[in-house]
C-alpha cells in the first residue's frame, strides 16, 4: 500500500492542513507511519488499552463506542474518512482508552506514533511546526463537537434531545434538508435513548409538520 494512493483522503484531514504532497509524503516517511487495514466489525482499540498513536482514516468509518457496566452500548460520534483520532489518549499522561474504536464495515488507517512527532524531522522544522499546530487545532476543535454532544444529550425530555441535534446539523449543512451519520440504532445510542422511544417521537415530530424524514435524510419544515 502506497501512501500517493490515499492522498486525496489525507489532504481532507486537519492534521495536515497546509502541507503539500510532496511534504506530506516527506512527514509520512519522517514519521515512519504505517497503513493498515481492517476487517468489518473489528476493533482497532479496546477499553483500557493504553494508546501511543494517532490514527487517519484513509476510508471506512470508525465508531467509538462507550460500554457501561451492564454491558450497554453508546454511540459517542463515528469518525469518517480524513478525520482522525487516538491523539488526545496518545498525549495524556494516562494514555489509557475510556472507549472501544470499532470499524463497522471496514476501514484503513494510517497510523503514527506520537514519539516521533516529538524528534527533530532532520532540517525540516517549519514541517514539525506546522504539524504541531494542526495537533493542537484538532484537539481543540475535538473539544468543541463532545461540548456540542453534551448540549444534546443534557436536554431533558427526548424530543427536546431530537430537535437539538436536528437543528446542530441543519446549522452545520448549512441547510434544513440534510443526511445524519447515523443509522436509528445508532442515533438512540449517541443521543443515550431507547431506540423504540426515539422512532415514536420522531414520528410525532414528522405526523405534526415539524420534521420529514426517510432512513437518515432529514428535513427540517418549521420551527418547533
Known amino acids: 500500500m502506497s501512501i500517493d494512493d490515499y492522498m ?3 489532504k481532507k484531514s486537519s492534521l495536515f492542513s497546509q502541507i503539500n504532497d510532496s511534504d506530506l509524503k516527506y512527514i509520512y516517511n519522517a514519521l515512519g507511519a504505517e497503513i493498515k487495514k481492517y476487517k468489518s466489525e473489528e476493533t482497532i482499540y ?3 488499552d493504553k494508546i501511543y498513536n494517532i490514527y487517519v482514516v484513509l476510508e471506512g468509518d470508525v465508531f467509538f463506542v462507550r460500554e457501561d457496566f451492564w454491558g450497554n452500548n453508546g454511540i459517542l460520534t463515528k469518525i469518517d474518512t480524513g478525520q ?24 484503513t488507517l494510517m497510523i503514527i506514533h506520537t514519539d516521533k ?55 452545520r449543512n448549512n441547510s434544513n434538508s440534510f443526511y445524519i451519520p447515523y443509522s436509528r440504532r445508532q442515533l438512540a445510542e449517541y443521543l443515550c435513548v431507547d431506540r423504540s422511544a426515539l422512532s415514536n417521537e420522531l414520528s410525532k415530530l414528522q405526523n405534526e409538520g415539524i420534521i420529514k424524514f426517510h432512513k437518515n435524510h432529514f428535513t427540517i419544515l418549521s420551527a418547533e
Open 84 to 107: 482522525s483520532f487516538g491523539m488526545a489518549y496518545a498525549f495524556s499522561s494516562k494514555k489509557i482508552s475510556e472507549m472501544k474504536a470499532v470499524t463497522q464495515k471496514g476501514c
Open 117 to 171: 512527532i516529538y524528534k527533530p524531522f532532520s532540517a525540516r522544522y517549519d514541517l514539525q511546526e506546522i504539524l504541531i499546530k494542526n495537533v493542537i487545532k484538532t484537539l481543540c476543535d475535538k473539544s468543541i463537537f463532545l461540548t456540542e454532544k453534551l448540549t444534546h444529550i443534557s436536554q431533558r425530555k427526548l424530543r427536546d434531545k431530537i430537535i437539538a441535534y436536528l437543528s446542530y446539523e441543519a446549522i
Open 46 to 48: 479496546s477499553y483500557g
Open 8 to 10: 486525496p483522503a489525507l
